[in-house]
């Protein structure tokens, strides 16, 4: 337990560390004017990620890691006690952490999944901490003579939005890795290219061409459906913030002669632009999800849960295919039902258990002696059934003599007894004419039946 609790203390005493190390970079990339008015506050993003983590245990080390980072650009003031104004300003850094983590998780308690959850995590988590944390530190910077009453409505404003854009351009980050941190090589051939693309949409717009810049958002939505939510969060966020960072240095198509009108159309851009992408790489989540969740539902639906063969109700379409397919080019297919020996017998002196084991015996020496095109299926109890497209019956029955001779000659291993089991075959082909696939499947049935009757172990063709 105590070493448990030093490893504890470690982890956000290094997560305090990058705290200290985006508020101290933020103030050098995203400041306006003193150095402690940002355009952007990650760190307030860090706070809700420690507060999920380490809860209360984690506020000492926020308003350390802010004290440290906001002391300087304070004392540089003319206003007095920049000691207590910093520590005014850092307990409500500290606040903002533990706020949304209630918020979160009264109204989010699974984090976010749907695009429904934008709205109430933009509202309770972003944006209502914020603004009660920005309250406490609008009016410590005017009692402080940092700014006058005048500017506290722009700087309020432009507080709740820096706080909130950091909450939720960390919190999805956080969120896109702890749900999907890898990606497929599929996933990270995208990323790349579309990382390098981006790269060269900032380049202009930071220099010869602004409005290559509004070709970043059709760009991320693109990227949104074929990369999870992992890496469309991090792209994401990195040319936001770099949007930001070169507003706040006067480049960009957000650069106007009035500051405070070019930090709205920004901040609104910046903000709106990180919704709907994250909202478009939820929607895409959900759907892929209910899309994977319906092919397992139909997996399972189709195939055996004991040998993992396909079932009866799979295998029956694709004999009807390969049906129309013969009576279309004329070829020929072939069809064997497989049955085994006195199963009943090897249940009642063994156990179930032991006929579990004989079923899934039977059913990997099919598979291994199958070819791929073949379709193998349980057809129900102790009767399995096996599809030989294009394949005449001189054909089929070198493969079911193997499997027949390969089965019978490989005992099943049961609680360490020994138990040998035989099979019995019947197999009918396809011949062109006016058959039915139902009646290649009743002369292979009267074979199987046939095999039984003349001592089992054996293989038969219908007729």
Same mark, same amino acid.
């Given at each position: ?8 203390? /470690? ?79 850092? /307990? ?42 920005? /309250? ?249 059934? /096996? ?77």
């Amino acid at each position: 337990m105590a070493r448990l609790k030093h490893t504890t203390v /470690i982890w956000i005493a290094v997560t305090a560390l990058v705290y200290y190390f985006l508020a101290h970079s933020g103030m050098a990339l995203f400041a306006l004017k003193p150095g402690n008015i940002t355009l952007l506050w990650l760190p307030s993003g860090i706070a809700l990620i420690m507060c999920l983590h380490w809860g209360y245990r984690s506020i000492p080390f926020i308003v350390l890691a802010s004290f440290a980072a906001n002391f300087s650009g304070m004392s540089a003031s003319s206003g007095p006690g920049p000691f207590l104004h910093t520590a005014v300003a850092a /307990i409500a850094d500290g606040m903002v952490g533990i706020i949304a983590m209630h918020f979160l998780k009264q109204f989010l308690p699974n984090g976010l999944r749907r695009t429904h959850d934008l709205v109430p995590f933009g509202l309770w988590v972003c944006i209502v901490p914020t603004a009660i944390t920005s /309250i406490i530190l609008s009016v410590n910077l005017v009692v402080g003579g940092y700014i006058s009453w005048d500017e506290t409505e722009n700087f309020f404003l432009m507080l709740v939005l820096a706080d909130s854009l950091g909450i939720l351009l960390v919190y999805q980050v956080y969120q896109g890795w702890h749900d999907d941190g890898k990606m497929s090589q599929a996933e990270l051939v995208w990323l790349a290219g579309t990382t390098l693309v981006m790269v060269v949409l900032l380049i202009l717009g930071f220099t010869t061409l602004p409005g290559a810049v509004f070709f970043i958002v059709p760009l991320l939505l693109v990227l949104s459906f074929n990369v999870n939510l992992f890496g469309v969060a991090t792209v994401s966020s990195m040319s936001l913030v770099s949007i930001i960072a070169a507003t706040a240095h006067n480049a960009g198509p957000f650069v106007v002669t009035d500051r405070a009108d070019s930090n709205f159309r920004l901040m609104a851009f910046v903000f709106s632009s990180a919704l709907t992408i994250l909202g478009i790489a939820l929607q895409n989540r959900q759907l892929t999800s209910i899309e994977r969740s319906s092919e397992l539902w139909k997996d399972a639906a189709e195939h055996d849960p004991l040998t993992g063969l396909i079932n009866r109700r799979a295998f029956l379409p694709r004999l009807q295919n390969e049906h129309q397919r013969a009576l279309r080019t004329g070829n020929t297919y072939t069809f064997a039902m497989l049955d085994l020996d006195h199963f009943k017998s090897i249940n009642d002196a063994y156990g179930h258990h032991c006929g579990d084991a004989v079923l899934c015996a039977l059913a990997a020496v099919m598979i291994e002696n199958c070819r791929s095109i073949d379709a193998v299926a349980r057809m129900g109890g102790e009767e399995f059934g /096996i599809l030989f497209p294009e394949c005449t019956g001189e054909e089929a029955l070198i493969a079911l003599e193997r499997i027949r001779k390969r089965f019978e000659n490989s005992p099943v291993m049961a609680d360490g007894k020994s138990v040998s089991v035989t099979v019995s075959i019947g197999v009918a082909s396809f011949v062109e004419g006016q058959e039915k696939a139902a009646e290649v499947v009743a002369r292979a049935d009267r074979g199987l039946y046939a095999a039984k009757a003349e001592g089992r172990n054996q293989i038969v063709a219908g007729v």
